[in-house]
């Protein structure tokens, strides 16, 4: 419940209220001076203040204009038994919510006190939806693409639950960003989010760096550490590239997943972490189950929700977004105003980006140190980039023949795409078909159409 302030000289009117309010579920602290008001509100600001207009040793109307830029998002009823609209109009000027006349009736403090509530969840809604727009402003997630909107979709479903999420996605794809919008978009915004990298983390330390230690557990292990587990309490966790731990670790990040219990190494005391974890992976891991390399009862219990982030190339729209965003990071950065070309933005749509938004973002940023006159160049880009514009086309041209219809034409130009796709993925079917832009079953029936006799 809200907590309300009450701020008289009328001692007696002072316990009629609170002890009626109280009554009705809300906390209440009176004050019957100016001086008492000011400790209580700086102790602990009250969400709605009920303020007289005459006090002992201050004007209300002075605390008012005083508290109004002290604690901007709260609440002030005025209340004076001098009903002058003279008054009423200077303390609305200086901040007041409501005005209200002596004597005063439970009845109409509890109508002013509804109406303040319904106001002050609503600039809370107001702030959690700007927080969650900044959010999403901030994090290189935007994007056009279906692919891109469907996960956002999906995050907003997920986020105010406590289920396990499995982020699966190439390198650079953003999945670290994904994780965190969970985070700031759930109800555990305002506990900790903390990250671990496993593959950063020797494995021989993994254990102790999730599960804290005791003195003496190890050699050099001179006092106790909690870890990040712990660290985690009431808020999240998440563990990048789930995929490089240990068998034996496995075990016990199971046990974690389902009881949210553990103990720290050295240890025979069980403890407890409430914490939601979120787990990501640039391996297949479903395959890593099928061959023994992860364990099974461990893999479902992270992917109650499984988020697939596509890589830049299967969601090239994405692409022009992404320059903007980073150019617009650099501009603000630098106070510098870069522009691009659209037969350079052609380039970078064009490229196959294979350390996906990681990458475009290292690539803007080191074109922006390197351009000259604040417009950004093909030869400001690293070398992979400037190549691939240069590339010839390895498809020779394909003219109009009398001896042959369009659809043989067509059938023609499909053939050498698909020799072509073949030829740079080294002949990965799986790979090339994603190329194509084509399903592999696709890709098989039309290389026996065409290569097989």
């Known amino acids: 419940m809200r907590r309300l302030l009450i701020v008289d000289d009328e001692v007696k009117l002072l316990r009629i209220l609170k002890g009626a309010l109280q009554k009705k579920g809300y906390r209440v602290e009176t004050a019957a001076t100016g001086a008492e008001a000011r400790r209580k509100m700086a102790a602990q600001p009250a969400d709605i203040v009920f303020l007289d207009l005459m006090l002992p040793d201050v004007s209300g109307l002075e605390l008012l204009e005083e508290w109004v830029s002290l604690y901007p998002h709260k609440f002030y009823i005025m209340m004076t038994a001098y009903g002058d609209i003279e008054s009423a109009v200077s303390a609305m000027k200086a901040g007041a919510f409501d005005y209200m006349v002596k004597p005063v009736q439970l009845d109409n403090i509890q109508l002013v006190i509804d109406k303040a509530c319904e106001w002050l969840q609503m600039k809370e809604e107001n702030r959690q939806l700007r927080e969650k727009l900044k959010s999403l402003e901030s994090a290189p997630l935007v994007g056009t693409?279906?692919?891109?909107?469907?996960?956002?979709?999906?995050?907003?479903?997920v986020a105010n639950t406590d289920a396990n999420v499995l982020i699966q996605g190439e390198s650079g794809t953003g999945k670290s960003m994904i994780a965190r919008l969970i985070h700031l978009w759930s109800g555990r915004q305002n506990g900790p989010f903390i990250s671990v990298n496993c593959a950063a983390i020797p494995e021989q330390l993994l254990e102790s760096e999730l599960f804290g230690y005791e003195k003496g557990a190890f050699t050099g292990a001179t006092t106790s550490r909690p870890g990040k587990f712990e660290a985690a309490d009431g808020g999240t966790i998440f563990l990048d590239e789930i995929g490089e731990v240990n068998p034996a670790l496995q075990a016990k990040l199971l046990q974690v997943t389902q009881d949210k219990t553990f103990m720290r190494l050295g240890s025979n005391k069980t403890k407890t972490a409430d914490v939601r974890l979120i787990s990501a992976s640039n391996r297949d891991l479903k395959k890593m189950v099928e061959s023994g390399d992860f364990r099974e009862d461990l893999y479902y219990r992270l992917n109650i929700v499984d988020i697939h982030i596509p890589p830049l190339r299967e969601r090239r729209e994405d692409i022009p977004v992404l320059v903007e965003t980073f150019l617009n990071k650099q501009r603000h950065k630098n106070g510098i105003d870069y522009s691009i070309s659209p037969e350079l933005m052609n380039v970078l749509t064009e490229y196959d980006w294979p350390g996906n938004v990681r990458e475009l973002e290292n690539a803007?940023?080191?074109?922006?140190?390197?351009?000259?006159?604040?417009?950004?160049?093909?030869?400001?880009?690293?070398?992979?980039?400037?190549?691939?514009?240069?590339?010839?086309?390895?498809?020779?041209?394909?003219?109009?023949?009398?001896?042959?219809?369009?659809?043989?034409?067509?059938?023609?130009?499909?053939?050498?795409?698909?020799?072509?796709?073949?030829?740079?993925?080294?002949?990965?079917?799986?790979?090339?078909a994603r190329k194509l832009g084509i399903s592999r079953q696709n890709l098989f029936y039309k290389m026996n159409k065409y290569f097989i006799n």
């Open 145 to 157: 693409s279906p692919a891109m909107k469907s996960i956002i979709q999906l995050v907003e479903r």
């Open 364 to 432: 803007i940023e080191r074109a922006v140190i390197l351009c000259r006159n604040h417009q950004l160049s093909v030869e400001d880009f690293p070398r992979e980039v400037r190549e691939r514009k240069d590339e010839p086309s390895s498809l020779p041209p394909i003219s109009l023949k009398k001896d042959k219809s369009l659809p043989e034409l067509l059938e023609e130009m499909e053939k050498q795409l698909i020799m072509q796709a073949l030829d740079e993925t080294g002949g990965k079917v799986a790979e090339a």
